[in-house]
């Protein structure tokens, strides 16, 4: 069973940043991030191939965030630089066992929990 754990959520101020960061059990991922806010579809946010060779952002976040990995830690990173109080959101990864990114969220069969980010205004 694959493990996929975040962590790295928080409260910020409009315009401040956070690093969020997912671990995922067992071997290399490609690995993305999605993220769901109150009353809204879960959507996708940026996503990182197998080897980081690849990555690929939403329009709403680029410029702002930036998606990473470490495979020697088996961690990716997002970044979020000048986040805005749209930003707010419950922020999930995911991992496929390909050596490709996808935006698609039923491409992805393992997930974690979840971590809250908050921005206020």
């Known amino acids: 069973q694959v493990q996929v754990v975040e962590s790295g959520g928080g409260l910020v101020q409009a315009g401040g940043s956070l690093r969020l960061s997912c671990e995922a059990s067992?071997?290399?991922?490609?690995t993305a991030w999605f993220r769901q806010a109150p009353g809204k579809e879960r959507e996708f946010v940026a996503a990182?191939?197998?080897?980081?060779?690849?990555?690929n952002l939403a329009d709403t976040v680029k410029g702002r965030f930036t998606i990473s990995r470490d495979n020697a830690k088996n961690t990716v990173y997002l970044q979020m630089n000048s986040l805005k109080p749209e930003d707010t959101a419950v922020y999930f990864c995911?991992?496929?066992?390909?050596?490709?990114?996808?935006?698609?969220?039923?491409?992805?069969?393992?997930w974690g929990q979840g971590t809250q980010v908050t921005v206020s205004s």
């Open positions: 067992g071997r290399t991922y490609a």
């Open positions: 995911a991992a496929r066992e390909s050596r490709w990114a996808s935006s698609r969220r039923d491409e992805y069969a393992y």
């Open positions: 990182i191939s197998r080897f980081g060779s690849t990555t």
